[in-house]
């Protein structure tokens, strides 16, 4: 991010959840940095005036998790793929999990990925580590070394660590640090080679299941874990209302636990796997309608403080097979604003709230300095307007991944213009 | 889309098949009567009608059969059609072909019919969705999924043997969760008007939201089959008992084996039906399957009219 424009954003409506300001209000960016909300500072002379009228100005969106597939899956997409489809996206930080091949659990490897990120992608890309080495869940990594290096978490990624014991050290050592653990609570057990919820769709279509179980199970287990070693956890994409309930349980005891929700469990259910779409098969499977419900009443309630893209691109191969031997995921970053957004069209979330799920709520769990527009923080600012429509489509997506089951529908909110940085990455 | 959108054709004509659910009953019970009428094909002295003759029909059996791959055969032969059998084995990962590259290369020899068993639940709908408009898919069988020639040919034995089906109490027997061939005939007795489907079997294996697809559950054979007119016994993979849904061949036969004593709490009228093949002394004693009730045979010898039926239907509709 070489040249630093000053850069003057007028009239636009400022939303920053983090500082409480939802404002009609101009916002002046020099040095990489915003340098003043309000009035222009004197002397000041803009290289480039945005005129963001009838458009809304955030804090650069925070994605929680997000798969880059570099190193390792090269075919399927690449920093330097995907970070264009994220700023396309309004999306300016981007938390990666250590799921890489190789496994991100050494420093040497969280100092490679850095280092790729920052030569050819184009937002800020933080890693996390490996709790255990090659995601085996048998030996802890070297955590501190791996904080040291840039990783703001350890993960356990979508690898259980069946043995408890494992997962209590971790834990422990882990809260010696104060690193926080990002744990994906599901018991393979009940998991095995379940594809989707088990209800109606399991029953109907007679593919092999995922029971509810699976994730209270898992989140039981390590919700005593984190009570009992103090760690600060946090459990991601958790799918099912009863674990909500779990959650916000252990919250009201005290214990130092967050939890994030894919935007696509927010909108899909079993049903929408219709008559296997591949484009839906997903882990954790989409749940039933009342979970659906429920994932939505904790972003309500604050229980839930995070909406992430869980973004996993593939090539079309992946999803042309038969259901069950299809690879999970979904090719999530470009909409996961509008996504985010359309919970407001739909009386869900007031704006304020739904921008701070993907602004300041991610920066906090991973406890970097990001998602806010404070004066003399560094200028990462997502510009859109909220009317104009952008349909999804193969074209219309810059993702390598065009695995979407949204493709082909229209959405509000299409971002404008993002800014890294105090750099324009992205205009539309 | 739903499967009515697949399996009909932009004019209402069945053009795969697929899966019975969606289909209207006028169209289960043509294929029924269309049945009826290659019935005595078998025992003609020339036992051919020229309905599929210049067509090529694909027997594509991922999964190893036996009967049914035999009954499509003589069934696509005796309507004249060339048939070439393909025992072919899959990779399901990314290095070996994938199911629809195998598919596109038979289809580009120019075939018209492809009867395609796999072991993935939905891999028939995925050919369907794939192949060129004018080719026609029978599904013979996807997984847990669907197995709707073998749902039709035992409506057809029931009809023969029961005549009208909205008063009839139909139990189905044994590993549901896993079976094909019960999700078809819960559709197929539905769309046919069976008030009173029952599914007997122990809590292992009944998929836990059968209620919705229209049976009631049952975990006692005696209370299950009491006062049926029909009881379709279902085949139970002894790899069941690897996955711990049930402790042993002694208990399951025990309590879900059906014997004539326990036979004699259904209808006196009752018929057994088993689609095969059978474990005997596990499902269903011998004494039972070679029984005055049991209608297993007649099962087989309808598996061939009934699929001349589907294969016509389906080929009829590109006329």
């Known amino acids: 991010m070489s040249d630093h424009p000053k850069i003057a954003i007028k009239s636009g409506r400022l939303v920053d959840p983090k500082n409480q300001i939802d404002a009609a209000t101009d916002l002046f960016i020099a040095e990489s940095n915003i340098i003043a909300i309000g009035e222009m500072p004197d002397g000041f002379d803009p290289d480039i005036t945005i005129d963001a009228s009838e458009k809304i100005v955030c804090p650069g969106l925070v994605d929680l998790r997000a798969r880059m597939r570099e190193p390792g899956l090269e075919k399927k997409a690449t920093i330097k793929s995907e970070t264009l489809a994220a700023v396309k996206g309004g999306i300016t930080t981007i938390i990666c999990p250590p799921d890489t091949k190789p496994v991100i659990d050494t420093p040497a490897m969280a100092q490679m990925l850095q280092q790729r990120a920052w030569q050819t992608g184009r937002t800020f890309i933080h890693p996390l580590g490996a709790l255990t080495q090659g995601l085996k869940g048998e030996k802890l990594t070297d955590m501190w070394a791996l904080a040291n290096s840039g990783c703001v978490g350890m993960s356990n990624a979508l690898s259980p660590i069946t043995n408890s014991l494992v997962m209590r050290r971790a834990m422990q050592y882990a809260s010696t640090f104060d690193i926080p653990v990002f744990l994906h609570s599901q018991d393979p057990w009940l998991t095995g080679n379940g594809v989707v919820h088990e209800g109606f769709v399991s029953t109907e279509l007679g593919l092999p299941s995922v029971p509810e179980a699976a994730e209270t199970v898992g989140v039981a287990r390590d919700l005593a874990l984190i009570e009992t070693t103090g760690a600060t956890a946090h459990l991601c994409q958790l799918s099912s209302g009863r674990a909500i309930s779990m959650l916000a349980e252990a919250q009201d005891k005290g ?74 995921g979904i090719s999530g970053l470009e909409t996961l604003l509008s996504l985010t957004l359309k919970l407001v069209e739909e009386n869900e979330l007031s704006l304020t709230q739904a921008i701070g799920l993907i602004t300041a709520g991610p920066a906090d769990i991973a406890g970097i300095d990001a998602g806010h527009l404070s004066v003399n923080a560094r200028a990462d600012v997502c510009i859109f307007d909220p009317v104009q429509e952008w349909v999804v489509t193969s074209d219309s997506l810059v993702s390598r991944g065009k695995n979407t089951p949204f493709m082909n529908q229209r959405f509000k909110n299409k971002v404008t213009a993002t800014i890294i940085g105090g750099e324009i990455v992205y205009t539309a | 889309m739903n499967f009515t959108d697949i399996q009909f054709d932009n004019k209402g004509r069945l053009r795969h098949f697929l899966t019975i659910e969606d289909i209207p009953r006028d169209t289960l019970i043509q294929i029924l009567d269309t049945a009826e009428s290659f019935i005595s094909f078998g025992q003609r002295e020339i036992r051919k009608a020229p309905l599929l003759r210049g067509k090529t029909v694909v027997n594509l059996f991922f999964e190893p059969s036996t009967r049914t791959r035999t009954t499509f055969e003589i069934a696509a032969k005796r309507l004249s059609a060339d048939v070439i059998n393909l025992d072919a084995k899959r990779m399901s990962t990314i290095k070996g072909e ?222």
């Open chain 1, 255 to 328: 214990v130092k636990v967050t939890a994030d929700v894919t935007a696509h469990h927010l909108h899909l259910s079993e049903h929408d796997v219709g008559l296997f779409n591949t484009l839906c098969h997903v882990q954790p499977p989409l749940r039933g309608k009342q979970d659906r419900r429920a994932l939505r009443d904790a972003l309500k309630n604050g229980v839930i403080t995070a909406i992430c893209s869980d973004h996993q691109p593939h090539g079309n191969d992946a999803k042309l097979l038969p259901f069950s031997e299809s690879e999970p």
């Open chain 2, 98 to 319: 994938t199911l629809l590259d195998t598919v596109s290369t038979i289809e580009a020899m120019k075939t018209d019919m492809f009867v395609v068993r796999d072991a993935a639940s939905g891999s028939a709908f995925l050919i369907a969705q794939h192949v060129s408009p004018e080719v026609r898919i029978i599904n013979a069988g996807d997984g847990r999924h669907a197995h709707p020639t073998q749902a039709m040919l035992d409506m057809f034995t029931i009809r023969q043997y029961k005549k009208e089906f909205a008063d009839l109490s139909v139990a189905i027997v044994g590993d549901i969760l896993h079976s094909r061939v019960a999700r078809s005939q819960i559709h197929a007795l539905k769309i046919l008007g069976v008030k009173d489907i029952r599914v007997v079997g122990p809590k292992t294996l009944i998929p836990t939201a059968i209620e919705k697809l229209g049976a009631s559950s049952y975990h006692r054979l005696e209370t299950g089959i009491e006062n049926v007119d029909v009881v379709m016994m279902l085949r139970l993979q002894l790899e069941r008992m690897e996955g711990q849904l049930i402790p042993s061949e002694q208990e399951y036969f025990h309590l879900y084996g059906l014997t004539e004593e326990k036979l004699k709490l259904a209808k006196d009228d009752v018929i057994v039906m088993h689609p095969g093949p059978m474990n005997r002394g596990l499902e269903i004693a011998s004494s039972v399957a070679d029984g005055e009730h049991s209608v297993i045979l007649a099962q087989v010898t309808n598996g061939i009219a009934i699929r001349m039926s589907v294969m016509a239907t389906i080929m009829g509709g590109s006329r």
